[in-house]
C-alpha cells in the first residue's frame, strides 16, 4: 500500500476540502483508500494529512498527474444545447438524467477525463436535499473555472499568464507533491473555497477587479476542494455558517465522508467552523476558528 504525507493548515477550509479530494481520488484512481490527520499538539497551528492506497506508490503524485493530464468537459443531457454557442465549452452527454430539476449551462458537471478514466463532479449542482455548496456566481461555468484550475491560461504565443496544476506539476515537479496545498500563483476566476483569495472590500478597502489585480490562491485546492466536496460537505450551522472537522488516523473515503460532517464523534478530532463572507454575488470561503471542548 503506497503512502504520502501533505502539509496542511486546518483552519483554511478549503484545505481540509482538498484533503478530502485526495483520498476521494485516490479511493477512485488507485484502489481502496484510507486518510487522516496528525498534529503535535492541540495548539500546534501546523498538522499533516497522511493518505494511503492500494496500486499507488505515491498517491498524491498519482492523483496529480491524472488532474494534469485530463481534459475538462462539461456534461449535458441528452437533447440540451446552450442558449448561445460556446466555442470554449465542450460538451458529452450525461445521458437521460441530470442531477438538478433544471438545467443551468453555468452550472453544468465536468468530467475529468484522461486515457480511460473519466470521473465526473458536480457538487455544485446537486439538486438532492444536501447543501450544493455552490459559491461562484455570475456568467463562470463550471467547466470554465475547472478547466483554468487544470491547465491555467496562455497566450497565442505560448506565454503563460495563469499558472493551472499541469503548468505547477511541470515546474515545481517533487516540490509540488511533497506541498501541493502550498504552492500559491495568482488566479484568474476560481469555486471560490481557498480561504486565502477570501478578499471583501469592506476589508480590503477597495476592490482588487477594479483595478485588475489577481488574488493569490491555489489551484490545487481548488480543484481537489471540489472533488472533495462531491460526497461531502461541511456541516451547515445557519446562513452561510459551517463546521467541519479534522480526525486522527485513518478512516476510508465513506467513514471520512461522515466524520468530516460531524456525524459522528471520534476521540481525536478538532472541529473548526467558518464563515462564507459575501464579494457581490460571489461567496467565499473565509479562515475558520478552532471549536475548543468539542
Known amino acids: 500500500m503506497g503512502a504520502s504525507s501533505i502539509p496542511v493548515d486546518l483552519l483554511n477550509p478549503g484545505q481540509v476540502f482538498a484533503c478530502m479530494g485526495f483520498l476521494e481520488a485516490a479511493h477512485a484512481l488507485c484502489g481502496p483508500a484510507e486518510g487522516g490527520f496528525h498534529w503535535a499538539s492541540e495548539y500546534d497551528p501546523t498538522a499533516r494529512f497522511d493518505l ?7 498517491p498524491v503524485a498519482h492523483v496529480l498527474e491524472f488532474v ?31 442531477p438538478a430539476r433544471a438545467v443551468n449551462e453555468t452550472s453544468l458537471p465536468i468530467v475529468l477525463k484522461s486515457g480511460n478514466r473519466t470521473i465526473s463532479l458536480g457538487h455544485w449542482t446537486d ?46 515537479g517533487q516540490a509540488l507533491v511533497d506541498d501541493p496545498l502550498g504552492i500559491t500563483v495568482p488566479l484568474a476566476g476560481s469555486f471560490n473555497l481557498d480561504a486565502r483569495c477570501a478578499w471583501l472590500s469592506i476589508d480590503a478597502g477597495y476592490s482588487p ?13 481548488e480543484m481537489m476542494g471540489a472533488w472533495g466536496l462531491e460526497h461531502a460537505r461541511p456541516q451547515r450551522l445557519g446562513t452561510r455558517h459551517y463546521r467541519y472537522a479534522a480526525w486522527a488516523g ?30 457581490g454575488k460571489n461567496k467565499i470561503v473565509q479562515f475558520a476558528e478552532e471549536e475548543k471542548g468539542s
Open 250 to 279: 485513518a478512516l476510508d473515503a465513506m467513514l471520512a465522508r461522515a466524520q468530516f460532517a460531524e456525524a459522528f464523534a471520534l476521540p481525536e478530532r478538532r472541529v473548526f467552523a467558518f464563515r462564507l463572507g459575501l464579494s
Open 127 to 172: 439538486g438532492s436535499s444536501r447543501d450544493e455548496f455552490k459559491l461562484y456566481a455570475g456568467n463562470r461555468s463550471a467547466q470554465g473555472i475547472a478547466r483554468v484550475q487544470v491547465k491555467g491560461k496562455a497566450t497565442a504565443k505560448g506565454v503563460i499568464t495563469v499558472s493551472g496544476i499541469a503548468h505547477l506539476l511541470n515546474a515545481h
Open 209 to 221: 477587479n477594479d483595478h485588475n489585480q489577481q488574488v493569490v490562491g491555489s489551484p490545487v485546492v
Open 52 to 58: 494511503h492506497a492500494e496500486g499507488c506508490d505515491d
Open 68 to 98: 494534469a493530464g485530463a481534459e475538462v468537459l462539461a456534461a449535458a443531457p441528452n437533447g440540451w444545447a446552450p442558449a448561445k454557442a460556446d466555442a470554449e465549452q465542450t460538451l458529452v452527454s450525461s445521458g437521460d438524467r441530470f
